[in-house]
């Protein structure tokens, strides 16, 4: 094999791997692009997620609210209402007896 030869035989094999790099490269370009949008797209359904996990959580403490506020009062309603449902008993029985 000549010189000659050799040498365009180097400058195919360069071109052609000039051509397989910009492949590569366009590829390369193409696959950030597809992972930049999913990455949008995952965050843009990690932000939905977060907010509706938010909803829920404010709704259950809005609720634990609710029902805390309600044994609160059945306590004080009891405690308080105690010594006067012990004397309207009394007069009941005061009032029966006679």
Same mark, same amino acid.
Not at 12 to 41: G, M, P, W, Y
């Given at each position: 094999?000549?010189? #000659?030869?050799?040498?365009?035989?180097?400058?195919?094999?360069?071109?052609?791997?000039?051509?397989?790099?910009? #492949?590569?490269?366009?590829? =390369?370009?193409?696959?950030?692009?597809?992972?930049?949008?999913?990455?949008?797209?995952?965050? #843009?359904?990690?932000?939905?997620?977060?907010?509706?996990?938010?909803?829920?959580?404010?709704?259950?403490?809005?609720?634990?609210?609710?029902?805390?506020?309600? =044994?609160?009062?059945?306590?004080?309603?009891?405690?308080?209402?105690?010594?006067?449902?012990?004397?309207?008993?009394?007069?009941?029985?005061?009032?029966?007896? #006679?």
């Amino acid at each position: 094999m000549s010189e #000659q030869e050799q040498l365009t035989r180097i400058l195919t094999l360069v071109e052609l791997t000039n051509s397989r790099l910009e #492949q590569l490269d366009r590829d =390369i370009k193409a696959t950030n692009e597809r992972i930049e949008k999913e990455s949008q797209c995952l965050n #843009q359904r990690l932000e939905e997620e977060v907010k509706r996990w938010d909803e829920r959580f404010f709704n259950l403490v809005k609720e634990q609210g609710q029902t805390a506020r309600t =044994i609160i009062i059945a306590a004080a309603s009891v405690v308080v209402l105690s010594p006067v449902l012990g004397t309207v008993i009394e007069l009941v029985e005061k009032l029966i007896t #006679q």
